[in-house]
């Protein structure tokens, strides 16, 4: 299916919004990272974090107590939400510096929507959640980002002073010890002065170790930074999860409006204009009969348009069949099962007893799951080179074999049905980006299709093949005989 294409989904979002592809890169091992250009960056991270530390804590204990302390009253009530939804510039630029400094891509929250009426402007304001997590997180970093810097600023200099130390002890100033004698160089307690050679080695030896040490105690505050910015920074899961129905709605919606128009035009140029032209020929027909005319060409006339109206039935059982199969009236199995007879290519079904063994799916399920198999059947005969296709159906998780109790005919217990379809053909489909036409079609209307009823479509195709599809569709819903 090398010629297959489809929308190429945005990349999704893993726990806490961060994008797959945005983990840091492998770091250094433990004598080079001293010298790597990530332990700078994360020290810059540091630092940068540190200068705005007050600031956003400053705005954070202003946001919570300015909103406390106006709520007795309405208008100032619009103030205080724009300080709380204010938080989500502050995330933004968090979000920012980890992208840039700590190669942490975050997604970016939904963007604030105002809803109508005065009510529930304030009430979105005041309880936007996105707001308040940044100002959480900004509060909560202040005495991490203070804790970070400090300890992670005392390896660096401390290393960095013991391991020089021998060069530049000469340039402090003399002291007189408990032994009487003119000592120079650091003191540690009444006696002890490292200016001997020995000691300042020893100075060294302290200073590399901490100046090995330093980028792994800043990379683990770095860890906490990244925690934080994931988890209070990022979209929630409840967000991503209405941002995906959302698309795929929208999805959903263009493709039933793109399928509807494409049914009228074909009503429109091909049945209609047939149907036209069957009352043409028989008005034709009639006139010559009234008339007395040649009963042979009115016969002929008569044969024209008969012809043309079985036609015309024809072309209406197809487009009724690209609405709902026939078929698919005694059940998804027997659906395919006809599917697989009709098909230009050899295919294999093997449907799982247990897939419809509580009542028949849900007519949405069957319906996706048909055109899902019908779809991929078709492209691996157009574009995969394949001598054949197996295709299977299979109840997976919960109660789908029926052998639990309570469950009657009509009903159906939690779980999924799974398809997949496999076929030997020259693999390397993928999928691409859309061309613009606005055309649903291919893997990106499966895709669009599945996950409109939040399940998930999966494709495996290296080059050379077998390309293997796998689509899971949850099977929670309660369904009856159709």
């Keep these: 299916m090398t010629t297959m294409t489809a929308d190429r989904p945005a990349a999704a979002a893993g726990p806490g919004g961060a994008v797959p592809g945005g983990a840091a890169r492998p770091g250094p091992n433990f004598l080079t990272a001293p010298f790597a250009a990530r332990t700078w960056r994360e020290q810059g991270y540091l630092t940068l974090v540190l200068l705005l530390a007050p600031f956003a804590f400053t705005y954070a204990v202003f946001a919570v107590s300015f909103t406390a302390g106006i709520a007795v009253t309405v208008v100032g009530l619009f103030v205080a939400g724009a300080v709380v939804a204010g938080g989500r510039g502050w995330g933004g ?210 044969d024209t348009a008969h012809s043309s109206t079985k036609e015309a039935l024809t072309e209406l059982r197809e487009l009724a069949r690209g609405i709902h199969p026939p078929a698919l009236d005694n059940g998804l199995g027997v659906a395919l099962e006809t599917l697989a007879a009709r098909s230009a290519l050899p295919v294999t079904v093997d449907v799982d007893p247990g897939v419809e063994a509580e009542g028949r799916l849900t007519p949405a399920l069957e319906s996706i799951a048909y055109f899902t198999v019908a779809e991929l059947v078709t492209n691996a005969a157009k574009h995969a080179r394949a001598s054949g296709v197996y295709v299977l159906v299979e109840a997976t998780g919960g109660d789908a074999s029926g052998s639990g109790s309570g469950s009657g005919p009509g009903s159906r217990s939690a779980g999924a049905l799974r398809i997949r379809v496999r076929d030997d053909g020259r693999g390397g489909a993928q999928v691409v980006a859309p061309d613009g036409s606005g055309l649903r079609s291919g893997l990106a209307g499966l895709a669009e299709r599945v996950r409109s009823v939040d399940g998930t479509f999966d494709l495996s195709s290296p080059v050379g093949g077998p390309t293997v599809v796998t689509v899971t569709l949850p099977t929670t819903s309660p369904s009856g005989p159709a």
Excluded: K, N
């Design 93 to 302: 630029v968090y979000r920012g510096l980890a992208r840039d400094l700590l190669d942490l891509d975050v997604a970016v929250p939904a963007p604030y929507v105002r809803p109508r009426g005065f009510w529930r402007t304030i009430g979105s304001l005041i309880g936007d959640a996105t707001g308040w997590r940044a100002l959480l997180f900004m509060f909560v970093t202040f005495p991490l980002a203070i804790a970070a810097f400090v300890t992670s600023i005392t390896f660096l200099g401390t290393g960095l002073g013991g391991l020089t130390y021998w060069f530049w002890y000469r340039y402090l100033p003399e002291q007189v010890g408990a032994d009487g004698a003119m000592h120079r160089g650091a003191q540690f307690g009444d006696a002890y002065f490292l200016d001997t050679p020995p000691r300042m080695a020893l100075a060294a030896l302290v200073g590399l170790l901490l100046l090995l040490c330093w980028p792994w105690v800043t990379r683990m505050f770095v860890l906490l930074f990244r925690v934080l910015t994931t988890g209070l920074l990022s979209p929630t899961r409840a967000s991503l999860r209405v941002a995906e129905l959302e698309r795929s709605r929208t999805g959903t919606v263009e493709d039933a409006d793109a399928r509807l128009r494409r049914i009228e035009r074909d009503l429109h140029d091909g049945t209609q204009a047939r149907l036209v032209a069957v009352a043409m020929q028989l008005g034709e027909a009639r006139e010559h009969l009234a008339e007395g005319g040649d009963v042979a060409q009115a016969t002929e006339l008569v």
